[in-house]
């Protein structure tokens, strides 16, 4: 099946910087999500991106679905507390079933 | 709040049983999808459901079934039990068959002692 690798595994940043992460994929996707998931709750969604190259915002949120399709990226500038948690990447290749193939995580930690 | 909402949120049981875990899709969504996440493996899919049939299954064990209603609710069935069924199940809503964004529940966390 396919293989997501998402790093970094974890961050530790000062409130006020920008953070970048990135998946890489073996295999193409036709889709990029990129979810947030705070300790004991469920994922959240915080972008889809549908279109080699594109580049989406969502508030401080940038995501941008690679040329290659093999990989997507977010950033988050100017971070603030509430931005700690685990963000997951997760691919799709469109076919009769729509299975999500999530990535490791990475864990960002702000410090005040 | 996403709209698709799991019961119960904690469950704790021990090995060779057999619960029962419930999804309600946000309104509207005709897929739900279940999933594991344990701390070793990451998020696992398991199995999906559209409008009441199985539409595709991952990596679920023969110990595991699952079903949606013609309500569309959805219920997951763990049977006999291991230790190392300790988790939290998600599951997951889309509006559609056209659509990929997936919409989480809260989940529920199964401990096995």
């Known amino acids: 099946g396919q293989q997501l690798n998402q790093s970094p595994q974890s961050m530790f940043i000062q409130e006020g910087e920008d953070v970048s992460m990135n998946c890489t994929s073996s295999s193409i996707f036709n889709t990029w999500l990129w979810y947030k998931q705070d300790p004991g709750e469920g994922p959240v969604l915080l972008i889809a991106?549908?279109?080699?190259?594109e580049l989406t915002s969502n508030g401080r949120l940038t995501a941008q679905f690679g040329i290659t399709r093999k990989d997507s990226f977010l950033n988050i500038s100017a971070s603030i507390p509430s931005d700690v948690g685990i963000y997951f990447c997760a691919g799709l290749v469109t076919g009769s079933a729509r299975q999500l193939t999530f990535g490791s995580g990475t864990q960002l930690t702000v410090l005040p | 709040d996403s709209g698709v909402t799991q019961t119960p949120k904690h469950l704790i049981t021990a090995t060779g049983q057999r619960v029962t875990l419930r999804c309600s899709p946000r309104?509207?969504?005709?897929?739900v999808y279940w999933y594991q996440q344990s701390l070793d493996q990451g998020l696992q899919f398991l199995i999906q459901y559209y409008n009441g049939e199985e539409r595709a299954k991952g990596n679920i064990l023969e110990r595991f079934s699952a079903q949606q209603f013609p309500d569309l609710h959805s219920e997951l069935n763990l049977s006999s039990l291991e230790l190392g069924d300790s988790a939290l199940y998600f599951c997951a809503s889309t509006p559609g068959s056209l659509s990929y964004e997936q919409y989480f529940g809260p989940g529920t966390r199964l401990t096995v002692t």
């Open positions: 309104s509207g969504d005709l897929s």
């Open positions: 991106l549908y279109k080699a190259g």
